[in-house]
């Protein structure tokens, strides 16, 4: 297990922080503390590091990104939200530091709006997950502690 190696940002997007009150029928109930906490024990178990941002700005996510390269975080457990379907500057600073992402999201996107099949990062993320709730942010560190995410190509 490269776990005891593995420090990994947790990073969400807009309107994320309104997770357990927004529209539950596709997000669940859980607050994104409640999701945290839950992630922060998994991480201890696996012995990983974790640290989480949540941003409702565009221009904040592109900082805490590059400031994830002097942190020397192994891996980025991304779900942009909005920002998935519109964000050239999120996609280009995670080329620029080249850290490794997973892409996350709640609810299936493919089930949902035509404008939101299409992702600025899935094709330059390791795997993407999503349709599982928060059990897909879960999926997304076990896959880093067993190993199965490669860096980026
Ligand atoms: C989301 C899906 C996006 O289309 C949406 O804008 C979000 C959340 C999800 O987790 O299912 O805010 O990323």
């Not at 996510?61 to 500057?89: C, F, G, K, M, W």
């Amino acid at each position: 297990m490269a776990s005891n190696m593995a420090n990994v940002l947790f990073i969400n997007g807009p309107n994320l922080n309104l997770l357990g009150t927004r529209e539950p029928g596709l997000y669940g109930n859980q607050t994104l503390a409640d999701i945290e906490e839950t992630l922060t024990a998994l991480g201890e178990e696996l012995s990983i590091r974790t640290g989480f941002f949540q941003s409702n700005h565009e221009g904040a996510l592109v900082d805490r990104i590059h400031q994830a390269r002097d942190e020397s975080v192994s891996h980025i457990i991304l779900n942009p939200a909005a920002y998935t379907h519109t964000s050239v500057a999120i996609r280009d600073a995670l080329l620029g530091v080249a850290i490794p992402f997973i892409e996350v999201h709640l609810s299936n996107v493919h089930k949902r709006e035509a404008f939101r099949h299409h992702s600025y990062f899935s094709d330059i993320a390791c795997g993407v997950i999503c349709g599982f709730g928060p059990e897909g942010y879960r999926m997304a560190l076990l896959a880093i502690a067993n190993e199965t995410v490669n860096g980026n190509e």
